[in-house]
């Protein structure tokens, strides 16, 4: 049986043309994605249009996400590297985390809204979105790195792209969806 070992990226010594060959593939699919972004965001334009200052929110709640998600990769990464992570271990100890931090952000959120809009059905919409958008972004990251993994291929070079990407359509999903109920 021929099991494939993984090669990794390493800046110091594998040849530029190779660190190309193997960054260019993740970074293909998250064009591909990025585009399809755009259009998942089109479908919340009534949403938006209703009250404008929903777009307001949208870099902060997909930076906060993909902030979030971005911790719990690196620290994933680094782990399996060094033969030091449980993905069972992981998803419960991240996904507390990314209930906790969450919690903490759209509080925060929250409160900066409320006193600068003064208004409870915009306050609602971006507390709860930025909510679970922080929730899942833990769990995004670590399936998108063990999928890596379990493909044989380095997830350093192409879990950050394929993961934040996602993790940007499912948060404007969610705060699509939460700011229609709570908007329209």
Do not use: E
């Given at each position: 049986m021929d099991i494939k070992k993984i090669q990794y990226a390493d800046d110091d010594v594998t040849p530029l043309g190779r660190l190309v060959r193997m960054r260019i593939p993740s970074l293909a699919v998250g064009l591909v994605l990025?585009?399809?972004?755009?259009?998942?965001?089109?479908?919340?334009e009534i949403v938006l249009t209703e009250n404008i200052k929903l777009a307001f929110f949208i870099?902060?709640?997909?930076?906060?996400?993909?902030?979030?998600?971005g911790?719990?990769?690196?620290?994933?990464?680094?782990?399996?590297?060094t033969g030091h992570a449980s993905f069972k271990k992981y998803l419960i100890k991240e996904g507390a985390l990314g209930i906790i931090l969450g919690a903490a952000a759209?509080?925060?959120?929250?409160?900066?809204?409320?006193?600068?809009?003064?208004?409870?059905t915009l306050t609602q919409a971006i507390s709860l979105a930025t909510?679970?958008?922080i929730m899942t972004a833990p769990l995004i990251a670590l399936l998108v790195v063990e999928l890596f993994e379990l493909e044989r291929t380095d997830p350093a070079?192409?879990?950050?792209?394929?993961s934040a990407v996602i993790?940007?359509?499912l948060s404007i999903l969610i705060y699509g969806a939460i700011a229609t109920l709570v908007i329209l």
């Open positions: 990025g585009i399809l972004l755009s259009f998942v965001t089109s479908w919340f870099p902060f709640i997909v930076y906060m996400a993909d902030a979030v998600g911790q719990t990769q690196n620290i994933y990464v680094r782990d399996l590297r759209s509080g925060t959120v929250a409160l900066i809204t409320i006193v600068w809009f003064k208004s409870w909510f679970g958008a070079v192409g879990a950050g792209p394929i993790q940007d359509i």
